[in-house]
């Protein structure tokens, strides 16, 4: 992490129409108790406004943000630039569903100052949308993208799930195609998973889903990754790929996720948010009624906190800097944690090498397509050299 990069805020909205079955987030369909979380979330800004930290991107997540009308957006954004320094090129992202996505609101979301959106597709097939059960038809999401782009949003971003029971390759390549054909500035196209405790993860054990074989799944990773690198979508991140542009033209990668993956600190507000100053992580209490009680009292609705030790600050960046597809920059190692990296990980690389998982791009060490679909066990791999519980 450079220190002297700007942070990031991230506000957790937890407001659905209704619980997608494979989401395990924090998210509550009572919209009648919005109205207290938004105060909650302002007496929070002020609980902890600090001076220490510059700020270039703010993200609306969720849950489903986009059930927020324009004046809340505009209310909360006028808040934080009261209490935070927040640059004046800052990346300001908000996540939206295709059902919600109304004109007038576009328009309102862009005078408060939203310049990036990232709209919750999942799927161009109403069949897979069906199985989701998502609230939208393919046809509503792509009058979602045309809608946004008549509001004047430049900076498009799209979220896809793939590996759904039954996909087959061709089937995906579809949907990608489909998704293509709207020129998005971004896709985030993530790999379905059962989380524990969703209705998914149940219906699975009860034999209702199949999960698709692993090996498909890699072979789904790896076609995703050839695909939208053959159409000028380049991955930057396992689930992540921006549109490139001609020398000079505007970075499209998400400036605010790639903060999570940098451990550049963040600040997360609302109930179950997380913030990350290094070496510290913290998160706040779940529940909203505990959320807004104690904000209400003037106590920072903090959950828990943990302080990282050194080896779990290695680990997590040998995780996170293999996510990415620049890979994990051994100088940049060196220079964090005073090691020469060979000296900790060489007898280590050797057989993820000759078996074509990793490769050698000076001075990084990436994975290859073949690797993609198994980052955690190369990344498993290599921690085994870490010393446990090192300070």
Request: glycine share 8%; charged share 25%; aromatic share 8%.
């Amino acid at each position: 992490m450079d220190s002297t990069s700007p942070a990031g805020i991230y506000l957790h909205i937890p407001f659905c129409t209704a619980k997608c079955p494979y989401c395990d987030f924090l998210s509550s369909t009572d919209m009648r108790r919005l109205p207290d979380l938004l105060a909650a979330m302002e007496r929070e800004v002020k609980l902890r406004s600090t001076d220490a930290l510059r700020f270039d991107t703010v993200y609306f997540g969720g849950g489903t943000p986009s059930l927020l009308e324009g004046r809340a957006v505009t209310r909360l954004l006028a808040v934080l630039r009261d209490h935070f320094d927040i640059l004046h090129d800052a990346e300001i992202t908000l996540e939206g569903n295709p059902g919600s996505l109304r004109p007038e609101k576009l328009t309102a979301y862009r005078k408060a100052g939203i310049n990036r959106l990232n709209i919750g597709v999942q799927s161009f097939r109403d069949a897979n949308l069906r199985l989701l059960e998502r609230r939208h038809d393919a046809a509503a999401a792509r009058g979602a993208v045309e809608n946004a782009r008549a509001a004047g949003f430049t900076n498009l971003g799209l979220d896809l799930i793939y590996g759904l029971p039954g996909q087959s390759l061709d089937a995906w390549q579809a949907d990608m195609e489909a998704a293509l054909a709207l020129l998005p500035e971004h896709l985030s196209c993530y790999l379905l998973t059962y989380e524990r405790g969703t209705r998914f993860d149940l219906r699975r054990r009860r034999g209702e889903l199949a999960a698709l074989p692993e090996s498909t799944q890699a072979d789904l990773v790896i076609r995703t990754h050839r695909f939208l690198r053959g159409n000028n979508y380049p991955a930057y991140e396992i689930s992540n790929f921006a549109r490139r542009t001609s020398p000079g033209g505007p970075d499209l990668r998400s400036r605010h996720n790639r903060k999570y993956w940098d451990h550049t600190p963040y600040l997360g507000l609302g109930p179950a948010a997380h913030s990350f100053l290094p070496p510290e992580r913290s998160w706040n209490v779940k529940g909203l009624g505990r959320y807004a009680e104690r904000s209400a009292t003037g106590e920072r609705p903090l959950d828990a906190s943990e302080r990282l030790s050194s080896s779990e600050v290695r680990m997590e960046f040998l995780y996170l800097s293999l996510r990415q597809t620049r890979g994990l920059d051994t100088e940049r190692y060196h220079r964090r944690f005073g090691e020469a990296f060979a000296d900790r990980f060489d007898s280590r690389l050797a057989p993820l090498v000759a078996d074509g998982l990793l490769e050698w791009a000076p001075p990084c060490y990436r994975l290859t397509d073949k690797g993609l679909p198994l980052a955690d066990g190369v990344v498993a791999h290599l921690v085994d050299a870490l010393p446990e519980g090192e300070d």
